[in-house]
């Protein structure tokens, strides 16, 4: 589903690659954390694979795009197969709940009636189903970060990014985030998720990739978040 | 819902920088107004060409001996003089008027300046014959003939007035397009300073509609449509505003002029067929100033 090879990127404003020589790859249906301290290079890891950056040296692979020499106008095809969360959600702030779900469908040309069948039942699933018409403020953290789980999961994506989900939320509310993104990964959808949380990662006992400085320096295939962080 | 959307995106991005809608939509309507002017000049012109060179005469004006002796044009100078110039090809008629219908016709003329009546005298004016071309541009060779010859004493060509006249119109015609064009300059700065600042300030939820795997067309469709819309309703304006002249002022000013069937009057007609073509041009205008700024300065 992913594989980087020999990957490197080198930002021209630092001298020191935010990734250097990474070599990795993940199975389709895996679910893989991606841990390491802030400027670790998780961040460029994950705009590698959704083409907000290309590397400097090497290829990374998203199912069968080779993702840094995609077309810039194939871009669009790459993104709307690969569903993506961040800390700060990222949500529209001018539409509704069910408005930005439905957003992610009409994008890809989806007709109407199936947006109105497929929104609802979305919704449904993160636990949102009676707040489809709230504006995005209205909503608390837990709520905004579900919308945006909606909106990532309703093309039923092949592969989801999770940029640290869970680092705005209380801990009970992140446990519901992360079953939600377990059932998410039940269906078949690769998850990729960035994250600081020694709690999360240790009692979820999922494989575990590791970045410092921007070299891999783990890859365990049912780790804990590590000893002494 | 595309439609949709890609309406409530069009409106809102007016609607949030409603300055720079505004000073738009309205350099672009004064540079649509003044180029609507200039293509008006050119069609009264068109219809001024045809109204005069029809009546258009040129003048043989022939000397005091012949003015004063011959008030028939029965003399040998006289009559050879028409019967060749009958026979000038690119004639179309000759007309002899005497000094004592001249004078006559002078009265006429000046009817409203009883001061000018009194003071003119039948001995100043010449006899002439006049000289209807069925092509205006021979003038040049009827001239070249037949000046200098016994009995002639100067040519005129009414046709040289009108060129004068036209010449004026002409660069009125110039000046209006020069200013339209200094205005459209304006006008295309603004509207891409405008897309930029609209794209700007949208940032964020472009990028995540981009992020969501929205095409940069999808996303950028509606900065394109807001220009386009920009250039339309300025294309409108300047026809409004073609209009009100038309009615507060050509109208009322160049009444006289229109009476008298010296200039042809400016129709509703004229006006309908210079419409169209402001629009498409404001509208294309903002087309293409919109979608080279889109692809030159919004890269998201």
């Known amino acids: 589903m992913i594989r980087l090879e020999h990957?490197?990127?080198?930002?021209?404003?630092?001298?020191?690659?935010a990734l250097d020589n990474v070599s990795v790859e993940v199975d389709k249906g895996e679910f893989v954390f991606l841990i390491g301290p802030s400027g670790s290079g998780k961040s460029t890891f994950l705009r590698l694979l959704l083409r907000e950056e290309v590397p400097t040296k090497g290829d990374v692979y998203v199912a069968d795009w080779n993702v840094g020499k995609l077309a810039r106008r194939r871009v669009p095809q790459l993104r709307q197969r690969v569903g993506c969360v961040f800390q700060d959600f990222r949500l529209l702030t001018n539409k509704t709940v069910a408005e930005n779900v439905a957003f992610a469908l009409e994008v890809i040309g989806k007709p109407r009636h199936t947006i109105r069948k497929v929104v609802p039942e979305v919704l449904d699933m993160v636990g949102l189903d009676g707040k489809s018409e709230r504006m995005p403020h209205e909503l608390s953290g837990g709520e905004q970060q579900r919308v945006a789980m909606a909106r990532a999961f309703v093309n039923r994506p092949?592969?989801?990014?999770?940029d640290e989900p869970t680092g705005n939320l209380d801990p009970d509310i992140s446990e519901d985030?992360?079953?939600?993104?377990?059932?998410?990964?039940?269906?078949?959808?690769?998850?990729l998720m960035a994250t600081h949380n020694h709690s999360i990662v240790d009692s979820m006992r999922r494989r575990v990739v590791e970045l410092q400085l921007g070299q891999l320096v783990r890859d365990d295939s049912r780790g804990v978040y590590g000893v002494g962080r | 819902m595309r439609a949709s959307f890609v309406f409530s995106e069009v409106v809102t991005g007016l609607r949030r920088n409603v300055t720079m809608t505004v000073a738009m939509i309205l350099t672009t309507a004064i540079s649509l107004g003044l180029l609507g002017g200039g293509l008006l000049v050119i069609?009264?012109?068109?219809q001024m060409k045809q109204l005069y060179y029809d009546r258009v005469e040129v003048a043989v004006f022939l000397t005091e001996d012949i003015s004063a002796n011959d008030p028939r044009c029965t003399g040998n100078t006289c009559a050879d003089l028409r019967a060749e110039l009958e026979a000038a090809s690119g004639v179309e008629s000759v007309v002899y008027e005497s000094r004592e219908e001249a004078f006559q016709r002078f009265q006429q003329i000046f009817e409203a300046q009883p001061e000018l009546r009194e003071l003119a005298r039948p001995e100043a004016l010449p006899a002439s014959f006049r000289v209807q071309l069925t092509n205006p541009e021979r003038f040049e060779v009827i001239a070249q003939e037949f000046?200098?010859?016994?009995?002639?004493d100067r040519i005129a060509d009414q046709g040289a007035y009108l060129e004068e006249l036209f010449q004026t119109l002409t660069g009125l015609r110039?000046?209006?397009?020069?200013?339209?064009?200094?205005q459209a300059l304006a006008a295309l700065l603004l509207i891409s300073n405008a897309i930029q600042v609209s794209a700007f300030t949208r940032r964020t939820e472009v990028g995540i509609m981009r992020l969501v795997g929205a095409s940069r067309w999808y996303t950028q469709l509606p900065f394109l449509i807001e220009a386009i819309v920009a250039g339309v309703v300025g294309g409108l304006l300047a026809v409004a505003g073609l209009v009100t002249a038309k009615v507060a002022f050509i109208d009322?000013?160049?009444?006289?002029?229109?009476?008298?069937?010296?200039v042809p009057r400016i129709g509703y007609a004229d006006i309908a067929f210079v419409s169209p073509i402001l629009l498409l041009v404001g509208a294309g205008i903002a087309t293409v100033t919109g979608y080279?700024?889109?692809?030159?300065?919004?890269?998201?």
């Open chain 1, 7 to 17: 990957v490197s990127k080198t930002y021209k404003t630092s001298t020191r690659p």
């Open chain 1, 158 to 162: 092949l592969l989801l990014l999770a």
């Open chain 1, 177 to 191: 985030v992360m079953l939600l993104l377990e059932r998410i990964n039940r269906t078949g959808t690769t998850v």
């Open chain 2, 43 to 46: 069609t009264t012109i068109d």
């Open chain 2, 147 to 152: 000046s200098g010859r016994p009995g002639v």
């Open chain 2, 174 to 182: 110039n000046a209006t397009f020069a200013v339209a064009l200094v």
């Open chain 2, 252 to 262: 009322r000013v160049l009444a006289g002029v229109f009476e008298a069937g010296i």
């Open chain 2, 292 to 300: 080279v700024t889109l692809r030159l300065y919004v890269r998201t």
